[in-house]
């Protein structure tokens, strides 16, 4: 692995969301089983080191698209369980 770049123009609130965007990326690659809490931090590492350029994980697909989703899995989900504990 190469050494962190400690030059960067990032600030640490630009770095969260970076690093958040890219443990995404990493996560949906085939075959990987590590959460996205536990990529964080070779996301982070991943950038810094300069592996990874923070202007490419800036032009990634924003993540919303992924959070609608949810919202909509969660709603169809909620919509199946019974009203009332005789529907059961």
Partial sequence: MSALVLDTPLNKYDMILLARRWAHELKSKEGETRSVHELINV???DILSGDVSHKMVKELPALRN???QKV???SQALHQIPSSPKDK
């Fill in 43 to 45: 996301a982070i590492q």
């Fill in 66 to 68: 992924l959070k609608k």
């Fill in 72 to 74: 909509q899995d969660l």
